[in-house]
């Protein structure tokens, strides 16, 4: 769409060039690939924004951005990134982990079981993985067991953290879970559900950009990556899915979220399940 014909129809001047800048700079902080036929939304989702901070023009947030890019990254992935999550969403991946792996992992290896949920957003992945080695553990004997909940966003790490919820985002979470593993908030949180102490105990919240350096020094059993590459172009797929491989043991799973796949990406892994692989032998 013409730059003249663009501004016509909005409130804030957006050129190409502002654009241009906005695409290049969140591809190179956080490998999302904006495509030209993404400029509507950027603009909605931006607009937003703009009016929070007071600016008159997407010209005055590109300045703010080279400013002080760090500041306003987790506000600008915020916008433009959409973070749709449940509890056991995609069911069939913790359906997978209580039947096939835990109890695999648990008999061979002394007990030691480490998942990392890449991309955690707001909480409901990790908890739900929680919920299923907590099960796995009470009925296969206690163990060294953690997850590592990561997330690019403060703003979504602080709400993980909090571990209060609207009741409604329980819907899929089955009456005997519920139950057993959440509280009635009380005090600012009345009327929420709050997740149960021993989940919290099994997690640990950090923030991380997955393009840059990962501090982690063990290697993982399982890593849950699900319906966040999809916002990459090919190339950031490719070397994500290879630095994947090495933070794998020998053995370990990749789960990906439903729309995507590893197909023409890496032939580190194979399918062993619907979006479920296993790291290929070496």
């Given at each position: 769409m013409a730059a003249t014909a663009f501004a016509a129809e909005h409130a804030y001047a957006f050129t190409d060039a502002d654009f241009?800048?906005?695409?290049?700079?969140?591809?190179?902080?956080?490998?999302?690939?904006?495509?030209?036929?993404?400029?509507?939304?950027?603009?909605?989702?931006?607009?937003?924004?703009?009016?929070?901070?007071?600016?008159?023009?997407?010209?005055?947030?590109?300045?703010?951005?080279?400013?002080?890019?760090?500041?306003?990254?987790?506000?600008?992935?915020?916008?433009?990134?959409t973070n749709v999550t449940a509890f056991f969403r995609e069911a069939h991946h913790f359906e997978y982990l209580a039947d096939e792996l835990l109890p695999k992992l648990l008999a061979a290896r002394g007990g030691r079981v480490r998942i990392w949920s890449a991309g955690c957003a707001t909480g409901e992945e990790p908890y739900t993985l929680a919920m299923v080695l907590a099960e796995a553990l009470e009925k296969h004997g206690a163990a060294d067991a953690r997850i590592l909940a990561t997330d690019i966003s403060p703003q979504a790490l602080d709400a993980a953290q909090r571990g209060s919820y609207r009741m409604d985002r329980l819907d899929d979470v089955d009456a005997t879970r519920r139950r057993r593993?959440?509280?009635?908030?009380?005090?600012?949180?009345?009327?929420?559900?709050?997740?149960?102490?021993?989940?919290?105990?099994?997690?640990?919240?950090r923030p991380l950009n997955l393009l840059e350096a990962w501090p982690m020094r063990g290697t993982f059993d399982a890593i849950f990556c699900r319906n966040v590459v999809i916002y990459f172009d090919k190339p950031t797929k490719e070397r994500l899915f290879a630095r994947f491989a090495g933070q794998l043991a020998a053995d370990g799973h990749l789960f990906l979220g439903h729309s995507e796949s590893l197909y023409g990406m890496s032939d580190a892994f194979r399918l062993v399940g619907r979006t479920i692989y296993r790291r290929s032998a070496a």
């Open positions: 241009r800048f906005l695409r290049e700079f969140v591809a190179a902080k956080c490998g999302i690939a904006l495509g030209e036929h993404k400029r509507q939304l950027v603009y909605g989702r931006l607009a937003r924004r703009l009016r929070a901070l007071g600016l008159s023009s997407f010209a005055q947030y590109c300045e703010l951005l080279r400013r002080e890019p760090e500041a306003e990254l987790d506000a600008l992935v915020s916008a433009i990134s593993w959440f509280l009635r908030g009380t005090g600012r949180y009345a009327g929420q559900a709050m997740v149960h102490p021993r989940l919290r105990e099994l997690i640990a919240f």
